[in-house]
């Protein structure tokens, strides 16, 4: 397996050890050790859901500083739909494309519009017949990535065209270089990301080895920086060329409406995502031609880097679309210049061993322990569960006693003071600190 | 190789616990490392078996036995018995009532798939006794 990156970081100062994340994360890819959370990276999807629920923002998006911009001779934004449902009281798209340019870049390139060039190829895919059924949208990095480490049934079912941000690096770059006469490196193509899982899926994209997207920033950001700059936008210059159904990406639903005849599902909400997986795994759902899935609440409106609530954010993309065209864009281009290249690949992180009789061993001896734990599923021993205590345990990287109940009944029938466990100096020095005050 | 042998209880006429037990034995497989097939296939028939108990015989109980090469089923219930196997072996054929045939169950394709998807089923009912369904899936990895 390559070296993964992730988007997804813990800044550790301001970790407090707390049980939120362990207990959140879709992939069981975080364990609090010596008081700190540590993100298990080959399990890990960068869906973000760590960041949302961190009480103390110790747990962050990584993104490309604003200076560097400043690498590129010809700058390009690539906005995405729902950096448009941001912005209160606002008539027209162009706002926010005048305001870019006013920051400093010498060009928009609506992600908007790519999507609707993808919805476009995928009505005409979704005509020849000969592929799985029901294929699954592509367009949320974090599905994708969910789909390979926890359902390898699924991986062959999934949507195998490049998402909208990468065509429309592609597009923008390739348009940008025709036009100025700049070589390749001398053009950067930057998109404003609403989620950690997009950024990712720049640095190391799935079913093609690179993107022409150069980097990313944080949506919530610019977000300030860009306000400034529409405000002092009187005539705004008409660049924006998406119609309905591009602009309709931004929420849950808006992908797989644009496919017009297809019988569609579209779920959002990681815990709906999941639900949605297993019933297809099942085959319960092969009636459906497309399954559109956000592993955030309301589709990317509901990304973390976003600013306003996913369902305020939703009303007012309704609102910007209503008197626009349907679509103004269409995939002129060969099929294959969008395909992915490799496969998706199932990588079984979850597995306990490459050896199925040594794998039944370890799992004979995860269910002993686990029915001999509480059942509490507390996380105090820094595993989200009781039975992911038990796996930690079988796999070497816990102790039995790492349960606070396992040890104080080990201390008690000892008579041993337990004050002097680092978990309960935490405990005690917090309370003396606490006292102090 | 000892086999890991687990039993569920099926509980009857509760819809919204229904495929629990099949939802626990696949992400077992799954952490086993079983190959996805053979995973999907046992999941399928299982959760099949298990909708034909709630639905039929207000529950039962599910053997689960996992061997390196091959998964064995047994689910057992007391219910009224199937009257005509072969019958009910037909697609299609179904005696759900009005009222799970409405929460989209009882398409009559249950044990078509049951069928379908292992790679041996026997069944034995005994009408006003009950009926015990025993289905093989062999893992296509071995090791």
Request: proline share 4%; with cysteine; net charge negative.
């Amino acid at each position: 397996m390559s070296l993964l990156y992730h988007s997804v970081t813990l800044d550790s100062d301001k970790c407090m050890g707390c049980t939120n994340c362990i207990k959140r994360c879709p992939t069981e890819a975080i364990r609090v050790r010596d008081g700190k959370a540590r993100i298990i990276n080959e399990r890990c999807i960068d869906c973000g859901e760590c960041i949302r629920v961190c009480p103390h923002h110790a747990k962050r998006a990584i993104y490309d500083d604003f200076s560097r911009m400043n690498d590129f001779a010809y700058k390009i934004a690539l906005p995405p739909p729902a950096l448009y449902g941001q912005f209160n009281n606002l008539d027209d798209i162009d706002y926010v494309l005048n305001g870019l340019i006013a920051m400093g870049f010498d060009e928009v390139y609506e992600v908007s519009r790519a999507a609707e060039m993808l919805s476009d190829a995928t009505r005409r895919m979704m005509k020849e017949q000969n592929f799985k059924k029901p294929v699954i949208s592509s367009a949320c990095p974090a599905v994708v990535r969910l789909i390979r480490v926890k359902f390898p049934s699924l991986c062959d079912n999934v949507l195998s065209l490049l998402s909208p941000m990468h065509i429309a690096g592609r597009q923008a770059k390739k348009e940008a270089m025709e036009k100025t006469g700049l070589a390749f490196d001398q053009i950067g193509v930057f998109f404003i990301a609403p989620c950690p899982a997009k950024i990712t899926d720049i640095r190391q994209p799935l079913g093609v080895e690179k993107t022409w997207v150069d980097g990313a920033f944080s949506l919530a950001e610019i977000y300030p920086r860009l306000v400034d700059c529409m405000n002092k936008v009187k005539e705004p210059m008409p660049i924006s060329k998406s119609g309905i159904i591009g602009v309709s990406w931004a929420g849950s639903g808006g992908e797989a409406s644009a496919l017009i005849r297809e019988q569609y599902l579209a779920a959002d909400g990681m815990e709906n995502v999941m639900a949605v997986l297993e019933e297809l795994e099942g085959e319960r759902l092969s009636e459906l031609d497309f399954i559109e899935l956000n592993v955030c609440q309301g589709g990317c409106v509901g990304g973390v880097l976003t600013i306003e609530n996913p369902f305020v954010a939703k009303a007012r993309v309704q609102r910007l679309r209503k008197y626009l065209p349907v679509s103004l864009n269409r995939f002129n281009g060969k099929m294959e210049s969008i395909k992915w290249r490799e496969k998706l690949e199932y990588i079984g992180v979850m597995k306990l061993s490459e050896d199925i009789s040594e794998a039944m061993r370890m799992m004979e001896e995860i269910e002993r322990l686990t029915d001999n734990l509480t059942g509490l599923d507390c996380g105090s021993c820094g595993a989200p569960s009781c039975r992911a205590l038990a796996e930690d345990i079988v796999t070497g990287k816990a102790r039995l006693n790492d349960c606070v109940f396992v040890l104080r009944q080990e201390a008690s029938s000892a008579g041993i003071d337990i004050s002097s466990d680092p978990r309960m100096r935490l405990i005690t020095d917090h309370y003396e600190k606490e006292t102090a005050k | 190789m000892q086999p890991i042998i687990k039993t569920y209880v099926i509980p009857g006429d509760d819809f919204t616990h229904a495929g629990e037990a099949s939802g626990k034995v696949k992400a077992m497989l799954k952490q086993l490392g079983y190959d996805s097939d053979a995973v999907r296939r046992i999941a399928i028939a299982m959760y099949e078996a298990e909708i034909n108990m709630v639905i039929h015989a207000d529950g039962g109980k599910a053997t689960v036995e996992i061997h390196p090469d091959r998964v064995e089923l047994t689910l057992q219930d007391s219910g009224p018995g199937i009257e005509d196997v072969e019958l009910a072996m037909q697609e299609g054929y179904s005696t759900a009532p009005d009222e799970v045939r409405a929460l989209g169950f009882g398409a009559g394709m249950g044990l078509p798939n049951i069928k379908k998807y292992t790679d041996d089923m026997k069944i034995e009912s005994i009408v006003g006794t009950g009926t015990k369904i025993y289905m093989l899936v062999k893992a296509g990895k071995t090791s």
